[in-house]
């Protein structure tokens, strides 16, 4: 029995032409020198040249998928948000997991914060949630990020990770001491993206239809159960295997085994903020659940797998200041900056219109009066007026503001965060430790002194001390005679 041949599609340029030759230059003769008029090849070799875009300078190795986010309990109560308005609502999401510090090319299985972002295609538009695996950060002021970040980065002499940069930092920034024993914690290595929490870290307000506000954190509980990795069995996935993690989800969704989160959220009526005890807006510390219970919302899961990891992992662009209905943002600093920072950024690696990629590009019409840039692949509004307010049926405004505004007072100029009772750098970092059991604050102290050790100024080693026992006595004293046994 013969077979069928198979119709193939004709291979085109760029332009839809059919290519002649896709095997051989078109050249002056059979030896001569080649052609700048064959399309073909100038069209092939100037993508190639541009087929990498710029990396992000945070959050650049990452991973994704697809899924839905299950409303199971009323919480309109809380927010008049759409797409959290009825039990059983189901709302598309896409969910990118990363590493911080690395580039595109590091292991996933390395001890640094995760990236947890998740973009929300809600019928009022896109809500972005960007968040890590970790409820707090490393500082709580946006003017502090490119300093921290460079002192985590390469150093630009050696062109590696130096503890020197790293712990200097940490030892002028006492606020980075709750991350920081985080970080150096048993959950400072999921074992995979499946079997970590995901947090939305910053401080949101929530606003119900009756105009009631709240201040809101976000909490994603792994259903699958908290896993890590010891430093030694790290090193060792990560030598044997760099994509780790992104296999790890990859599969796990081709195989049918949709990883999923329990939503909740803590909330604080908007007129208990300014007595709480601590700032609530402080990105380096928590609301303990005693005083703020959990309140659960739904269920998010992931069953889809990306088609093409460029397109819709790399291409992928959350920002915080894309808010719904319902939802909007809070006095907290890092939050403010990183309200402008995201989208900036974004414009910047993939252009002024990344919010019409397919992965970026909201399920609810979006019309207004944004035209041109580089890479407008629509009918850029076809003749239709490009201003606001017009005569001629264009898009108007609402009148009716997404959240509530935020009361201010005071002077305009620099100030540090006002005080509350309890704040103070060390509290929520020595309350940490005490929460471990024995076996987890030692392997925590033995973590912190393998990188301490290295440190070749004895006044930030020094300086690091004092900060971890100013947290807990028992923890300055762990942690000075690991770095002497080190050393």
């Known amino acids: 029995m013969t077979s069928r041949p198979i119709e193939r599609p004709t291979l085109t340029t760029e332009s839809g032409a059919p290519v002649a030759d896709n095997q051989n230059s078109a050249s002056a003769g059979p030896g001569g020198p080649l052609l700048i008029q064959d399309q073909q090849l100038i069209e092939k070799l100037a993508r190639f040249n541009r087929e990498r875009i710029p990396e992000r300078v945070v959050h650049a190795r990452g991973a994704g998928a697809y899924g839905y986010l299950e409303v199971t309990d009323d919480v309109?109560?809380?927010?008049?948000?759409?797409?959290?308005?009825?039990?059983?609502?189901?709302t598309e999401v896409f969910l990118r997991f990363s590493t911080v510090a690395d580039s595109l090319g590091?292991?996933?299985?390395v001890r640094d914060p995760r990236g947890f972002a998740v973009k929300f295609y809600t019928e009022e538009g896109n809500y972005d949630l960007v968040g890590n695996n970790t409820p707090v950060f490393f500082i709580k002021d946006p003017l502090k990020f490119p300093d921290f970040i460079h002192s985590q980065k390469r150093d630009p002499f050696t062109g590696v990770q130096e503890p020197d940069n790293v712990w200097d930092f940490w030892s002028h920034s006492p606020e980075a001491l709750h991350q920081v024993t985080w970080l150096m914690g048993d959950r400072g290595i999921p074992a995979s993206y499946r079997h970590m929490d995901g947090f939305g870290s910053h401080t949101y307000q929530w606003v119900n239809a009756e105009g009631q506000a709240y201040w809101v954190k976000y909490h994603f509980k792994t259903d699958q159960g908290i896993r890590c990795l010891t430093s030694s069995e790290a090193a060792e996935l990560a030598g044997k295997d760099a994509n780790s993690h992104q296999q790890d989800l990859h599969r796990a969704i081709e195989r049918g085994l949709f990883p999923s989160w329990t939503l909740y959220v803590q909330l604080m009526p908007v007129e208990e903020a300014a007595s709480y005890r601590f700032n609530p807006f402080d990105l380096t510390k928590v609301w303990p659940h005693a005083d703020y219970p959990r309140i659960k919302v739904g269920k998010l899961v992931l069953d889809r797998n990306p088609e093409n990891i460029f397109g819709?992992?790399?291409?992928?662009?959350?920002?915080?200041?894309?808010?719904?209905p319902g939802i909007g943002?809070?006095?907290?600093?890092?939050?403010?900056?990183?309200?402008?920072?995201?989208?900036?950024?974004?414009?910047?690696?993939?252009?002024?219109?990344?919010t019409q990629l397919?992965?970026?590009?909201?399920?609810?019409?979006?019309?207004?009066?944004?035209?041109?840039?580089?890479?407008?692949?629509?009918?850029?509004?076809?003749r239709a007026k490009n201003y606001e307010p017009d005569s001629f049926g264009g898009p108007v405004q609402t009148n009716r503001p997404l959240a509530q505004g935020i009361d201010v007072t005071g002077q305009a100029g620099a100030h540090a965060p006002v005080a509350h009772r309890d704040d103070n750098d060390f509290v929520q970092a020595g309350a940490l430790y005490r929460l471990m059991d024995a076996a987890a604050q030692a392997r925590l102290v033995a973590n912190i002194a393998g990188g301490l050790s290295k440190v070749s100024d004895d006044a930030i080693v020094q300086r690091m001390i004092g900060y971890f026992s100013a947290a807990d006595p028992a923890y300055g004293h762990a942690v000075e005679t690991a770095v002497k046994e080190h050393r």
Not at 312 to 324: D, L, T
């Open 76 to 90: 309109t109560s809380y927010t008049h948000a759409a797409f959290l308005n009825e039990i059983g609502k189901r």
């Open 106 to 109: 590091g292991a996933d299985a």
């Open 329 to 354: 943002p809070s006095p907290d600093k890092m939050l403010q900056g990183r309200l402008f920072a995201y989208g900036d950024a974004h414009r910047y690696r993939l252009g002024v219109n990344h």
């Open 358 to 382: 397919p992965v970026n590009a909201p399920h609810a019409k979006a019309t207004n009066n944004g035209r041109d840039g580089a890479m407008r692949f629509d009918g850029n509004g076809g």
């Open 312 to 324: 819709e992992v790399e291409q992928a662009a959350f920002s915080p200041n894309n808010f719904v």
